[in-house]
């Protein structure tokens, strides 16, 4: 006398289908998105005083992995750090990490990540990294990469390069007076000028210091003190 329970919803499974290692029994097995049953629901039986048996029938989530690859460009192998690291969060509140390095080809793997909540909804994953000095990132934490489960997510990097930057420091005609001797309470315009190596719109910040024995008054062009 066999009776199935089922473990999630905590109540006996109704006459139907025959399960396979269960003898003879018949019962019907109800079906959860994202989970599977387990084969081995022998292991788990509970022999009752009245001589029956209920044999708990457990489901195991169905599991997917989500990889990741790091790629570098306008560098070389020098440039780049000792390792990079990178985040995975999921839809359902998971969050996990990698630190991906160049022993590893700069790749990396997410295992062991269920493809459903236990209410049946599909999780949804995005990727990202931690900002890496001197390089600029197609996936910061600001422009997260959506991956599908089962697949894999690639993140650039690209050198940042040296500017070219120029600094001029003109009179009120525009003459450059850069290196000459000015008189007290003179009106300086020091000017920063430099061009963007990307061929496409960035935002940069640029600081620098107020000249020596100068004082601000004043400022244009998105300027601040």
């Known amino acids: 006398n066999y009776t199935l329970r089922d473990t999630l919803s905590n109540q006996k499974a109704s006459p139907g289908t025959a399960v ?15 989970y599977a049953y387990s084969t081995d629901a022998s ?9 029956s048996t209920v044999i708990d029938l457990y489901y195991i989530p169905s599991l997917t ?22 985040h995975l969060t999921g839809s359902d509140g998971t969050v996990r990490t ?28 995005q990727i990202h990294e931690d900002a890496v000095q ?10 997260k990469l959506t991956v599908a489960a089962g697949e894999s997510g690639r993140i650039t990097n690209t050198k940042i390069p040296d500017f070219p930057i120029e600094k001029h420091v003109t009179d009120a005609e525009g003459n450059d007076i850069d290196g000459m001797y000015v008189s ?15 061929g496409s719109e960035k935002m940069f910040h640029i600081e620098d210091s107020l000249p020596e024995n100068t004082e601000f008054a004043s400022a244009e062009s998105g300027g601040i003190l």
Not at 43 to 51: E, F, H, Q, V
Not at 112 to 125: P, V, Y
């Open 20 to 34: 396979s290692g269960l003898m003879e029994t018949v019962i019907e097995k109800k079906t959860y998105t994202g």
């Open 65 to 86: 992995q989500i990889g990741v690859e790091k790629v570098w460009a306008d560098d070389t192998a020098e440039d780049r750090p000792q390792s990079v690291t990178v």
């Open 184 to 198: 007290d309470g003179s009106l300086l315009y020091y000017r920063i000028r430099f061009r963007n190596p990307f």
């Open 98 to 125: 990698l630190v991906l390095t160049a022993k590893e080809q700069w790749k990396g793997m997410f295992a062991g990540l269920r493809t459903h909540t236990e209410s049946g909804e599909e999780i949804t994953w």
């Open 134 to 143: 001197g390089y600029l990132s197609d996936h910061p934490e600001s422009a």
């Open 43 to 51: 292991n788990s039986t509970d022999i009752r005083a009245d001589g």
